[in-house]
């Protein structure tokens, strides 16, 4: 099974609906994040969680929101899709300082996410 | 503020040849760290490589690279003896700052990379 895994893969919705996309990890890391792809813009980070009561905002948040539910799983919430959302999502986690593999981010397989 | 320069939006290399990918950087924080993603056509985030900003040595892992110049603040990657797998975008990233921020990455446009028989 995967360490990290992203729900669902693939997703098509229309403006205005509420989407929430979840992400579960069984490797144990404290910190997590989510990023969105462009093309021709690489990732870029929307919201980063160092634990269940630590929640930042990275630097593309507004229209979205963020929940840390258990050590093990983030979710990210679109709660109002528009357009210019659409983009493939991952899912990312990382040890805590000075763990073992600190310097490597783990990312999920993705969320391809269409809003019409 | 980080940032991440991938000047190279394509590049062909024929295989068995080796290719150096390009990545410049720009950080105002003496600790930061340089890795290199490979994103195949099926969209998955590998990570290929580290470097800290304070290891002395250049990082290599199996056929993968990292020439690290830290006063022209450049990673150029590269990839020895490419294989017809190594096709794919490739991201050159960085982490820095602050131990709040440290873990947050900052990645470029990509690279594009085609290896041809």
């Known amino acids: 099974d995967a360490d990290v895994t992203q729900t669902p893969r693939n997703r098509i919705t229309k403006t205005g609906k509420r989407i929430m996309l979840e992400c579960s990890q069984t490797?144990?890391?404290?910190?997590m994040y989510w990023y969105r792809q462009d093309p021709g813009l690489g990732l870029r980070l929307i919201y980063y969680?160092?634990?269940?009561?630590?929640?930042n905002k990275g630097e593309i948040s507004d229209g979205y929101s963020v929940s840390r539910q258990a050590q093990a799983k983030f979710s990210l919430s679109l709660e109002s899709a528009i357009p210019n959302q659409t983009a493939l999502y991952f899912c990312?986690?990382?040890?805590?300082?000075?763990?073992?593999?600190?310097?490597?981010?783990?990312f999920g397989p993705g969320t391809r996410l269409t809003v019409l | 503020a980080q940032k991440i320069t991938q000047t190279q939006p394509g590049m062909f290399v024929q295989e068995k040849e080796a290719v150096t990918l390009d990545c410049t950087y720009d950080?105002?924080?003496?600790?930061?760290?340089l890795f290199w993603y490979k994103q195949p056509s099926s969209g998955e985030m590998i990570f290929l490589i580290y470097?800290?900003?304070?290891?002395?040595q250049n990082a290599t892992e199996g056929r993968y690279s990292l020439n690290f110049q830290k006063a022209r603040k450049s990673a150029n990657l590269v990839i020895s003896a490419s294989q017809l797998g190594d096709s794919a975008m490739y991201f050159c990233?960085?982490?820095?700052?602050?131990?709040?921020?440290?873990?947050?990455?900052?990645f470029g446009t990509g690279t594009r990379l085609q290896v041809t028989l």
């Open positions: 990312a986690t990382r040890p805590g300082h000075r763990a073992l593999g600190y310097n490597e981010q783990f």
């Open positions: 490797k144990g890391h404290d910190r």
């Open positions: 990233a960085m982490s820095g700052g602050s131990t709040g921020t440290a873990s947050k990455l900052t």
């Open positions: 969680s160092f634990d269940v009561k630590d929640i």
């Open positions: 950080t105002s924080d003496p600790s930061y760290g």
């Open positions: 470097q800290g900003s304070y290891d002395q």
